[in-house]
């Protein structure tokens, strides 16, 4: 390849990221600026067909990792990208919520996720790399021990610990969640700040009245919620991945690449989230899982394909067994 001859090695990540950031901005004005130029509800047929375009995105991506950047990297790539995707499946829970608290008009479902997650691409970004930074800056002092010199991170310790916690309680069923959003952190700060009309105008975030008086209308206010909603997952989300590498471009793309096809896959499950009952107790393993091995990094090193090959079982155990076992059966046990 004429590429094998100008790409140096160091430069891989450079020239990938370049392409990474054209591949997006295109998908992003492809999908908004020509499928859904017209606010429309999203058919079964059209959700599935972006379901499967961003995952065949997202897997070429990773092809181009793995031939330039390693097997590490590239098993790196696809488990942070699944425990992102994974993750995320608790967020549709919530679009579903919201969406049906404010009462959005189906045809603008779209809309809303899409400068949601276009915010989280931001939101993401200063996550990601400020906690690599941080890492680098909260190793402590190294020590002996049994013989081997150790240098313990203070804020893995405290991702692990959480993310154990996390997994714990998602095995326990969690907390439910508030339906009442009136009374939401978000909204409550949103309206103390920003007027907002009392119905929706169309596709519109904002709406002049008649006295000249600019409101948003509650489109811009669901946009919000999402936004922080997105924010507070990103808490469980980001520290898992951190578990399994510290490249911040590895971390990244995967990150982005698994919440760009969130929206596509919210419109494919909304109805069929219910049947996946067991996913919830496969989170909270992976949760657990990825807490240990971060807990047990500085002392013995879980092989990338290995904790490939164990988040990926446990997601297909946990669907698959959410399929063959009948509610009935779940219920007499």
């Known amino acids: 390849m004429i590429l094998n001859s100008i790409l140096h090695p160091a430069l891989a990540s450079d020239w990938l990221g370049i392409g990474f950031g054209i591949a997006v901005i295109i998908m992003l004005i492809i999908d908004l600026g020509v499928f859904n130029k017209n606010p429309h509800q999203v058919s079964n047929k059209e959700a599935i067909i972006w379901s499967f375009v961003w995952i065949a995105v997202a897997l070429l991506f990773s092809w181009f990792v793995y031939h330039y950047m390693g097997r590490d990297a590239f098993s790196d790539y696809l488990s942070a990208y699944l425990i992102e995707k994974a993750l995320s499946m608790d967020n549709l829970f919530v679009f579903i919520l919201i969406f049906s608290f404010f009462a959005v008009p189906a045809q603008y479902h779209h ?72 009374k939401n952190f978000i909204v409550r700060l949103f309206k103390k700040f920003i007027p907002v009309t009392d119905t929706y105008h169309g596709g519109k975030f904002l709406h002049r009245e008649k006295n000249g008086k600019l409101f948003a209308t509650p489109l811009l206010l669901v946009v919000a919620v999402i936004e922080g909603t997105d924010v507070l997952f990103a808490v469980d989300s980001i520290p898992a991945i951190f578990a399994i590498t510290k490249d911040p471009f590895i971390l990244y793309t995967s990150n982005i690449f698994a919440i760009l096809g969130l929206r596509a896959l919210y419109f494919v499950l909304a109805n069929f989230i219910p049947m996946f009952r067991f996913l919830k107790i496969g989170l909270g393993f992976i949760l657990a899982f990825i807490g240990v091995k971060m807990l047990l990094a500085d002392f013995f090193h879980v092989p990338s394909p290995v904790s490939l090959s164990i988040v ?3 997601l297909l155990l946990s669907v698959l067994a959410s399929l063959v076992i009948k509610p009935k059966e779940v219920e007499k046990k």
């Open 111 to 182: 809309k809303v996720l899409f400068y949601g997650i276009v915010g989280a691409i931001a939101t993401r970004a200063i996550f990601i790399f400020s906690g690599v930074w941080l890492i680098e800056l909260s190793y402590l002092p190294p020590f002996e021990l049994f013989g081997t010199e150790v240098r313990i991170n203070a804020l893995l310790t405290v991702f692990g610990v959480f993310l154990i916690i996390a997994g714990i309680k998602s095995l326990k069923g969690g907390e439910g969640s508030d339906k009442d959003l009136s």
């Open 312 to 314: 990926a079982s446990i």
